[in-house]
């Protein structure tokens, strides 16, 4: 994990956040595709309850309708490299097991 960010990676984050919000550039082709989204609850990086409800909301604008989203105790960003990623995984097979 870094401490800082080089400008442009800054500019490169914030573009891709702005983009994401023009939900209008968007054509939902499957709106009940299941979308997991997996954060830990000390994510700085999500937004935090509000940055993830945005998320889920700006899917929703888009059109996809089947959204599950998870939040892991005491994980960070990377849920896939945090201490008890074990679970995390378990959780994306019982996913992937659900779809068929």
Request: hydrophobic share 35%; proline share 5%; charged share 20%.
């Amino acid at each position: 994990m870094i401490a800082e960010y080089p400008v442009k990676s800054l500019q490169t984050l914030w573009r891709g956040d702005y983009e994401l919000k023009q939900v209008a550039h968007f054509k939902c082709q499957s709106p009940h595709l299941p979308i997991l989204t997996i954060v830990g609850d000390h994510d700085k990086f999500s937004g935090g309850k509000r940055g993830l409800n945005d998320t889920i909301a700006t899917l929703h604008q888009i059109g996809y309708q089947n959204v599950t989203s998870i939040v892991m105790p005491h994980m960070k960003h990377e849920v896939l490299n945090e201490s008890y990623h074990p679970k995390v995984y378990r959780l994306i097979l019982k996913f992937l097991n659900q779809l068929g």
